[in-house]
């Protein structure tokens, strides 16, 4: 008896100790290891970068490259207007092989309030009198409109391709294809696109976990100071405070900033473009939002795809034998989760295969910046209402808010495990064009862009066609919108001619001298 009492022991020490093999295998395989300094925090983000072609390296094999494109005018635009860009979209996503990852970030680019407002302002040192005065008027109109916060969060959209490459040399010209192909699709769409440099991406990851926005000296180049000052770029872009990663939803950088990354669950059937103009309109709030999406392999879906209809069918054909069995029919104990799996699982193979759709994997990531907890709650409670107005469910990604980040900013990473799948035209519902802001430095400022919520400032000079037209209904204003701009015409461009024809002599008189 004690023998095999100790044969047994010995037997149960060996299982115990294979398997804390296997863990530890496990975790050396994805090198899992929670980040110890502020610097390592860092180098989660990139493992190297060739600034001359902007072309940032992720890891061994992955590389990626960033894209700023110009908004289009998608919300206000008419149905036809609508699908036309939808499905050029649609035929964008398609370009992409399963090798690639598609990132589209909607974020807002701190920049302070006294350095924005000197592009929009009038200078009143070069006038005096009543122009001065006037001038003085418009600069309290601009600023109001402005605000008077520190920092003024300017617009920025951005597409990263990361591809799978065996050496910088391949990606290089995997990009210039995909560059070529990207400019060629948004001339389609009335949209520009320029490559974003390696400083660009890298003031992103700085402006996150830092509390004060770099100095305009040490804006221009964030490569050159590693250089300047034989130090790590890491130790560069390294926050100065501690970042607190104890919570389980959101992260702490010393004490004086916060920063929570919540993810769509859940989504309803049907979902219109709605939901993404929402959540990128939302006054007043730092707000990163990501779309992440990922090509499939067509050939291992369509297999994929046969083989769980084969199996949902054999289990429906077991139930079936079984009711005749027991002398009922199927019908009256037809299982409808069951059935509805095989009409969802068939409509998406007469999708793939009939429809020349596509399948992607997709994850929507919100990352959220406040200065205290009560403006990040307020925040995340503004952003789930929004989802719930259109029935989709919105969660704070728990335990994983360091690789919640790393999958939000603009480097391309996607290692998150949340994932859905979505067909082509699913996928493109999130559209990320919402409307076209006009924002030229120096120019005359028109008021409000109601579905942007930006100041519109625009030289009519830079534009395609600079007619213009003032409708609204009578007494609503008309005539002294018009006095407005010619004032801001007169004090902008002092060597323009204003003529005015007024057979009406509703406008009077308007001279140089106001």
Request: proline residues 3%; positive net charge.
């Amino acid at each position: 008896m004690p023998k095999k009492t100790k044969v047994k022991a010995n037997k149960n020490k060996l299982k115990k100790e294979t398997m804390l093999d296997k863990i530890k295998k496990f975790f050396n395989k994805f090198k899992i290891a929670k980040p110890k300094t502020t610097s390592q925090i860092i180098r989660m983000f990139f493992k190297d970068f060739d600034e001359q072609n902007c072309i940032m390296q992720l890891d061994k094999n992955h590389y990626s490259v960033c894209f700023e494109y110009q908004d289009i005018s998608f919300a206000k635009a008419n149905y036809e207007t609508q699908e036309n860009i939808f499905l050029k979209w649609v035929e964008y996503l398609h370009s992409f092989n399963y090798n690639d990852h598609i990132q589209v970030v909607y974020a807002g680019r701190p920049v302070k309030r006294s350095d924005y407002k000197k592009d929009y302002i009038y200078d009143e040192e070069k006038f005096s009198g009543n122009e001065k005065k006037i001038a003085n008027e418009f600069n309290r109109l601009i600023e109001t409109t402005l605000g008077n916060k520190e920092k003024i969060l300017k617009e920025t959209r951005l597409i990263v391709i990361t591809t799978k490459a065996e050496s910088l040399k391949d990606a290089q010209d995997i990009f210039m294809q995909y560059q070529l192909r990207t400019e060629e699709k948004f001339k389609e769409l009335k949209s520009k696109i320029r490559r974003v440099s390696i400083d660009e991406r890298l003031k992103t990851l700085y402006n996150l976990f830092h509390n004060d926005l770099l100095e305009k000296d040490i804006l221009k180049n964030i490569t050159e100071i590693t250089k300047n000052h034989n130090l790590s770029i890491y130790d560069v872009l390294a926050p100065k405070d501690d970042v607190i990663l104890k919570e389980k939803n959101y992260i702490n950088i010393g004490n004086k900033k916060y920063v929570r990354v919540l993810y769509v669950a859940r989504l309803p059937k049907s979902v219109t473009p709605r939901f993404y103009n929402r959540i990128t309109t939302i006054e007043n709030c730092n707000i990163i939002t990501t779309l992440n999406i990922t090509p499939t392999d067509p050939a291992k879906v369509i297999k994929m795809v046969n083989k769980k209809i084969s199996g949902m069918k054999t289990e429906r054909l077991e139930k079936i034998k079984k009711a005749n069995k027991n002398n009922y029919s199927y019908e009256a104990v037809k299982d409808e989760k069951l059935e509805d799996s095989i009409r969802d699982a068939q409509n998406l193979r007469d999708a793939l295969q009939k429809k020349k759709q596509k399948l992607f994997t997709n994850n929507v990531l919100i990352c959220i910046q406040a200065d205290s907890i009560e403006e990040l709650d307020k925040t995340t409670k503004v952003i789930k209402s929004i989802g719930n107005e259109h029935l989709i469910t919105i969660y704070n990604l728990d335990w994983q808010q360091l690789e919640g980040v790393q999958n939000c900013l603009p480097f391309g990473w996607n290692t998150l495990q949340i994932q859905r799948s979505l067909t082509s035209e699913s996928t493109a519902t999130n559209i990320p064009f919402n409307t076209k802001d006009l924002m030229h430095p120096n120019s005359i400022y028109h008021g409000i862009n109601l579905v942007s919520k930006n100041p519109v400032f625009c030289d009519r000079k830079k534009l395609l066609n600079g007619n213009g037209c003032v409708l609204a209904t009578s007494g609503a204003g008309k005539s002294f919108s018009i006095k407005v701009i010619i004032e801001q015409v007169l004090l902008r461009y002092p060597q323009d001619e204003v003529v005015i024809l007024d057979p009406q002599r509703r406008i009077p008189a308007i001279n140089r001298g106001f």
